[in-house]
C-alpha cells in the first residue's frame, strides 16, 4: 500500500489551501498513492501563524471551510484515494476549536476526526480545546492511528498506538525541528511502525516532510525548498529491508512487555536457588 506525506504551503486564504490541497491529492492518485497526509491546519491555517490572535477564530470563515472540505472529499470520492487533511474543527460549547486531523475516505466520507489531545502550553491559552481520545481506522488491510505535534514529545501516544496493532501513525504538524525529528525517529524504530510526517513548506527548512520505516530509518523525504511535494512510500509487512523489525522485534518486545516470559524463567531460578550462597 502506497503512502505520502504531503509539504504545502499554507496561508490565511482557506480556499487557496484547498488549492493547493487538490493539486497535491491529484498528483498522489496519479502515482498510485491509497493514502496521503497533510499538516496541522493545513487547511484552515495553523494558530501565532495564519491565525493571529485567538480572537480570530471568532470571524473565521467556518462555512468556506466546510464547504471546501466537501469539495476535498469529492476529489477523494473521483479519484479513489483517502485523505487526511489538518484543519481547525468548531466546538458549539466553546469560542476555541479543536486542532484536529479530518480523514477522508476513497468514498468521499468523513472516515473519522482525530483531535489533538497534547495541546502546548500557548495552544491551552485560547487557541484550541483538547480532544480526548485516540483514533483508530483501517485502510486496505494496514491499521493507522494519528499525532499532531507536540504530541511527539509523548512516548506513550506511540506506545499505546502500537498497543493497539497499528502498522503506521499519522503525523501532522506545523514544522518538524530536529528534536521532534529525533524522537520520530525513535518512536518508529521502539515500536517497528512506520510514521508518516507531513508539514508546510515554509516550515521545511527545518525539517522537510518524510515518512520513517519501522527500523527508525527515513524512508523518504521531500527536498526542504520545495513549495509542493510528496515524500512516497510504501507499506509491506514482508518488505525484507524490515524482517527483523516486524516479525522478530516487534513480536518479541510484545512477549517482554507482557512478561510472562520473565515470570516463567524467575520462578524457575527461584525453586532450583540455594538461598544461603553469596
Not at 466520507?109 to 480532544?131: H, I, M
Request: aromatic residues 10%; hydrophobic residues 40%; proline residues 5%.
Amino acid at each position: 500500500m502506497k503512502i505520502a506525506a504531503a509539504q504545502t504551503n499554507v496561508s490565511p486564504d482557506i480556499s487557496a489551501n484547498a488549492t493547493s490541497i487538490r493539486t497535491v491529492i491529484s498528483e498522489a492518485a496519479a502515482k498510485g498513492v491509497r493514502l496521503v497526509s497533510f499538516c496541522e491546519g493545513a487547511l484552515s491555517g495553523y494558530a501565532k501563524t495564519q491565525i493571529a490572535t485567538p480572537d480570530d477564530w471568532q470571524v473565521f470563515d467556518w462555512e468556506r471551510q466546510e464547504a471546501e472540505l466537501r469539495s476535498l472529499a469529492a476529489l477523494c470520492r473521483h479519484l479513489r484515494i483517502y485523505a487526511v487533511i489538518g484543519a481547525a474543527h468548531r466546538l458549539q460549547a466553546s469560542p476555541s476549536p479543536h486542532n484536529s486531523l479530518y480523514v477522508i475516505s476513497d468514498a468521499g466520507e468523513l472516515l473519522t476526526r482525530y483531535d489533538k489531545r497534547l495541546l502546548s502550553n500557548s495552544e491551552l491559552n485560547g487557541w484550541y480545546r483538547p480532544g480526548t481520545e485516540p483514533v483508530l481506522f483501517d485502510i486496505d488491510g494496514y491499521s493507522f492511528g494519528c499525532a499532531i505535534c507536540i504530541e511527539s514529545q509523548f512516548p506513550e501516544v506511540f506506545m499505546e498506538y502500537e498497543k493497539s496493532g497499528v502498522d503506521a501513525v499519522i503525523f501532522s504538524s506545523y514544522g518538524i525541528p530536529e528534536h521532534f525529528q529525533i524522537a520520530l525517529r525513535a518512536h518508529a524504530g521502539l515500536n517497528c511502525i512506520w510514521i508518516s510526517a507531513a508539514t508546510p513548506s515554509q516550515e521545511a527548512q527545518f525539517g522537510p516532510a518524510g515518512i520513517l520505516g519501522p527500523d527508525g530509518k527515513w524512508a523518504a523525504v521531500c527536498e526542504p525548498s520545495s513549495v509542493s511535494c510528496l515524500a512516497l512510500s510504501t507499506l509491506d509487512r514482508s518488505d525484507p529491508r524490515y524482517a527483523v523489525a516486524l516479525q522478530k522485534a516487534r513480536p518479541w518486545r510484545a512477549q517482554a512487555r507482557a512478561g510472562e516470559i520473565y515470570r516463567e524463567r524467575i520462578c524457575a531460578d527461584v525453586r532450583s536457588e540455594d538461598r544461603r550462597s553469596y
